[in-house]
């Protein structure tokens, strides 16, 4: 509400204040990189991404070592790259994305974060190349980033975000079956995940609308977040215009 706001606009000013007098101050520093993210996710908006792009970079200049701001920055740039359509200026953002990804990697070497954003540029990159007519490099690009996030789901079974990505790289491969065996495992670890449920009901609804529904009302019950929760099973009930009891 109105006073909500009034109290985040003051937080927001208390938190530049501070890094006024003290631009290093790592838990100021940390408070303003998640609510810029928790923004730019929200909106998706290409101003919004640039502006976390800004944002982390001055967080690494302060803290060098901060891992999640070179996640955040790959991110930013991984975003950006969508943005664009000029193909020299697509390959700088996912190069940068590259660099920062793996710098954060780098620095927290048990994150799935940066892995999964590696595994999503390889991807991303995949399918640009095959855009131009690429397809031996392309091809290249996503075994490259299944191999990833096999290997680091070998060591990390419980990681939503590589379980998705490696999903979606799957699927896009041809291996629709592979694709929903990897949900359904990372399910197994994590059913009250969002990224994984709702990604998991969007496979089943091509081929079987009640096994979606049968994993949104499973995650429902599973969630600490009953309303994200909800949201999905009501987004599903429209899709499909069906009616619920959840």
Do not use: C
């Amino acid at each position: 509400g109105e006073k909500s706001e009034k109290y985040y606009q003051t937080a927001r000013a208390w938190w530049e204040n501070a890094l006024t007098q003290d631009p290093k101050y790592l838990p100021v520093l940390e408070r303003t990189l998640e609510d810029e993210h928790d923004i730019a996710e929200s909106t998706q908006a290409t101003s919004v991404w640039t502006g976390l792009d800004q944002r982390a970079t001055k967080v690494i200049q302060a803290q060098p070592q901060y891992a999640k701001a070179y996640a955040y920055r790959a991110e930013a740039h991984l975003e950006e790259a969508t943005a664009v359509t000029i193909p020299a200026m697509q390959d700088k953002q996912l190069s940068d994305a590259e660099t920062d990804a793996k710098k954060a990697m780098e620095l927290n070497k048990d994150s799935e974060e940066p892995v999964a954003l590696l595994a999503r540029l390889g991807l991303m990159r995949s399918l640009l190349l095959r855009g131009r007519k690429l397809d031996a490099p392309a091809k290249q690009q996503q075994e490259a980033a299944i191999t990833l996030a096999r290997d680091f789901l070998n060591e990390h079974p419980n990681s939503p975000q590589v379980s998705v990505v490696l999903a979606q790289l799957l699927a896009f491969s041809g291996d629709q079956a592979g694709a929903i065996s990897t949900l359904e495992a990372a399910a197994a670890k994590s059913p009250g995940d969002p990224r994984v449920v709702g990604t998991l009901a969007q496979f089943y609804q091509g081929t079987d609308p009640s096994k979606a529904e049968a994993v949104l009302k499973a995650a429902t019950a599973a969630a600490t977040d009953k309303g994200d929760a909800l949201a999905r099973l009501a987004e599903f009930d429209e899709q499909t215009g069906r009616i619920t009891d959840a």
